[in-house]
């Protein structure tokens, strides 16, 4: 039995967390070799890959530290395999498949990657190939992807939002003059994020952020720049939150400061919002006003949730050993008891999960402290416990894949 790992798709804090329980479960298993692509899919198709030292990863305890590196240590693409059957680059795939002798192959991604599982399946099924199996393994800040309670990496990256927002509340303070300061939050269509910026009013007791704004809501410029004045009124320094999605019901949000460009899925770039709000705030209001945008650190940095990285290394083993008999299926997480948290774990299909959105529910937004309540009783669980972090000379120091590759 061989097998074959690749990481999709945007990073996250703990995707190598469900890349080192993936490995753990094929060791355990025992498979007898177990390759890593290099760039996802791409790393297959050119045969990009690298092939795991099994005896070193367990001596020198190499899961351990793959579960305090942030980002993608295999690589990732943004690439999108044709909906034609008869592309080039599915023959190519199972070509280096088929060389390796491969049994099982896991690739970890978001919804965009859950296509991919999808279409390698549909290949295999329309070309009647056998003895290889194709699992996905669900991640994404975004925290959007379907049938799950939530997404590994979610966790870690609203972590890391609420601890710079509340580290930017102790300096937008000090100063006693009118002030407005816009964080601006990844997630395009969904506002998950941006909507668990409100555990910082909770841990805090207090506003935090003054101001919340999601892709699901509808509101006007004037409605926006109405409530800024009034909040005002009651507060010196405001800070208001915003997915970069969020657009008002007029797009006058979308007039450009930068361009656009796609990805390979068609996604456009929507960073800006904040900057374009500050710029509107600061010529409307004449008042100091700013923005800042969290972009990529969201993703990938240190402040890495304990129950994110267990919660993703569970996936990415149960990915795994569900490749050793069958495919086409996803595992998922649920969360079992609304009171006190626990989750347990299933799978899906890929039809389930690829190219589909989950948004906030219309129920949560209807106000503010409707909102509150609902994002702290679903979010503070995921972000609870830190992972240990090496150092050396006062910095992070981070396994390489050097350390655990033939």
Same mark, same amino acid.
């Given at each position: 039995?061989?097998?074959?790992?690749?990481?999709?798709? !945007?990073?996250?804090? @703990?995707?190598?967390?469900?890349?080192?329980?993936?490995?753990?479960?094929?060791?355990?298993?025992?498979?007898?070799?177990?390759?890593?692509?290099?760039?996802?899919?791409?790393?297959?198709?050119?045969?990009? %890959?690298?092939?795991?030292?099994?005896?070193?990863?367990?001596?020198?305890?190499i899961s351990e530290k793959l579960m305090a590196r942030p980002?993608?240590?295999?690589?990732?693409?943004?690439?999108?395999?044709?909906?034609?059957?008869?592309?080039? *680059? %599915?023959?190519?795939?199972?070509? #280096?498949?088929?060389?390796?002798?491969?049994?099982?192959?896991?690739y970890i991604g978001g919804n965009d990657s859950m296509d991919?599982?999808?279409?390698?399946?549909?290949?295999?099924?329309?070309?009647?190939?056998?003895?290889?199996?194709?699992?996905?393994?669900?991640?994404?800040?975004?925290?959007?992807?379907?049938?799950?309670?939530?997404?590994? !990496?979610?966790?870690?990256?609203?972590?890391?939002?609420?601890?710079?927002?509340?580290?930017?509340?102790?300096? =937008?303070?000090?100063?006693?003059?009118?002030?407005?300061?816009?964080?601006?939050?990844?997630?395009?269509?969904?506002?998950?994020?941006?909507?668990?910026?409100?555990?910082?009013?909770?841990?805090? !007791?207090?506003? @935090? =952020?003054?101001?919340? %704004?999601?892709?699901?809501?509808?509101?006007?410029?004037?409605?926006?720049?109405?409530?800024?004045?009034?909040?005002?009124?009651?507060?010196?320094?405001?800070?208001?939150?915003?997915?970069?999605?969020?657009?008002?019901?007029?797009?006058?949000?979308?007039?450009?400061?930068?361009?656009? /460009?796609?990805?390979?899925?068609?996604?456009?770039? @929507?960073?800006?919002?904040?900057?374009?709000?500050?710029?509107?705030?600061?010529?409307?209001?004449?008042?100091?006003?700013?923005?800042?945008?969290?972009?990529?650190?969201?993703?990938?940095?240190? #402040?890495?949730?304990? #129950?994110d990285a267990k919660e993703a290394y569970e996936l990415g083993?149960?990915?795994?050993?569900?490749?050793?008999?069958?495919?086409?299926?996803?595992?998922?997480?649920?969360?079992?008891?609304?009171?006190?948290?626990?989750? #347990?774990? /299933?799978?899906?299909?890929?039809?389930?999960?690829?190219?589909?959105?989950?948004?906030?529910?219309?129920?949560?937004?209807?106000?503010?402290? /409707?909102?509150?309540?609902?994002? @702290?009783?679903?979010?503070?669980?995921?972000?609870?416990?830190?992972?240990?972090?090496?150092?050396? *000379?006062?910095?992070? =120091?981070? =396994?390489?894949?050097?350390?655990?590759?033939?």
């Amino acid at each position: 039995m061989n097998a074959i790992i690749a990481q999709s798709g !945007g990073p996250t804090s @703990v995707i190598n967390s469900s890349l080192a329980g993936a490995i753990s479960a094929y060791i355990e298993n025992g498979f007898d070799h177990i390759y890593l692509s290099l760039n996802g899919i791409e790393g297959i198709i050119s045969g990009n %890959y690298r092939e795991v030292d099994k005896d070193s990863f367990i001596r020198n305890k190499i899961s351990e530290k793959l579960m305090a590196r942030p980002s993608s240590i295999l690589g990732s693409c943004r690439f999108k395999l044709s909906d034609d059957m008869e592309d080039e *680059n %599915y023959k190519q795939i199972f070509q #280096t498949l088929e060389e390796l002798e491969i049994t099982s192959l896991v690739y970890i991604g978001g919804n965009d990657s859950m296509d991919t599982v999808m279409k390698l399946n549909s290949y295999m099924d329309c070309n009647n190939i056998s003895g290889i199996n194709v699992i996905g393994c669900p991640k994404t800040i975004d925290n959007d992807l379907c049938q799950m309670d939530h997404s590994p !990496g979610f966790g870690s990256a609203a972590k890391f939002i609420n601890q710079s927002i509340l580290t930017l509340r102790t300096d =937008v303070d000090i100063y006693n003059l009118k002030s407005v300061t816009f964080v601006e939050i990844m997630g395009r269509n969904a506002g998950w994020l941006a909507a668990s910026s409100l555990l910082s009013n909770h841990q805090a !007791g207090k506003d @935090v =952020v003054n101001l919340l %704004y999601l892709p699901e809501d509808n509101k006007s410029l004037d409605e926006i720049i109405e409530e800024i004045k009034k909040a005002l009124k009651s507060e010196n320094n405001l800070i208001v939150a915003l997915a970069e999605g969020f657009r008002d019901r007029e797009r006058l949000l979308d007039k450009p400061m930068f361009s656009n /460009t796609d990805d390979g899925f068609n996604h456009k770039i @929507v960073a800006g919002v904040g900057q374009r709000l500050a710029d509107i705030i600061r010529s409307d209001l004449q008042i100091k006003s700013r923005a800042v945008e969290l972009s990529i650190l969201q993703r990938t940095n240190t #402040t890495i949730s304990k #129950t994110d990285a267990k919660e993703a290394y569970e996936l990415g083993y149960k990915a795994a050993k569900l490749s050793k008999d069958k495919t086409n299926l996803i595992p998922i997480l649920i969360r079992e008891d609304a009171d006190q948290y626990k989750v #347990t774990y /299933t799978e899906v299909r890929p039809e389930k999960i690829a190219n589909l959105e989950k948004k906030i529910p219309e129920e949560w937004i209807k106000d503010k402290n /409707t909102l509150q309540e609902k994002i @702290v009783n679903y979010a503070l669980p995921l972000i609870e416990g830190e992972v240990n972090q090496k150092y050396k *000379n006062g910095l992070p =120091v981070f =396994v390489r894949l050097d350390d655990f590759i033939l």
